[in-house]
């Protein structure tokens, strides 16, 4: 039974740190597409980073340079290190993971955590 949870969301003030971690269980993930999402209230869904099968790694551009994607394998675990934070990345975050790429891609993987809400305050 795969198992993904999300943990590490809490309230910051702009230009503070937080990270997010992903527990998961029940499949490889040297042979998924994982990553995160995230919906702000009242906005649609949005892609924020992504570790696709052949471990390269992408970004929005709302993020890049201020997020990073990584994962430890041994710990079974994907993290979401997010600096510099603005109130404009407030939104619910979602893990991820699917077998490929495009449907992850296009926000149908197979597999959702239950989300962890992140807060940024001016």
């Known amino acids: 039974q795969v198992r993904l949870e999300e943990s590490g969301g809490g309230s910051v003030q702009s230009g503070g740190s937080l990270r997010l971690s992903c527990a998961h269980s029940?499949?490889?993930?040297?042979?998924?597409?994982m990553g995160w999402f995230r919906q702000a209230p009242g906005k649609g869904r949005e892609g924020v980073a992504t570790i696709f099968t052949d471990r390269t790694t992408n970004y929005a551009d709302s993020v890049t340079g201020r997020f990073t994607i990584s994962q430890d394998n041994e710990k079974n675990t994907l993290y979401l290190q997010m600096n510099s934070l603005k109130p404009e990345d407030t939104a619910m975050y979602y893990c991820a993971a699917d077998p490929g790429n495009y449907r992850f891609w296009v926000g149908r993987s197979m597999y959702w955590g239950q989300g962890a809400q992140v807060t940024v305050s001016s």
């Open positions: 029940g499949f490889n993930a040297n042979n998924y597409c």
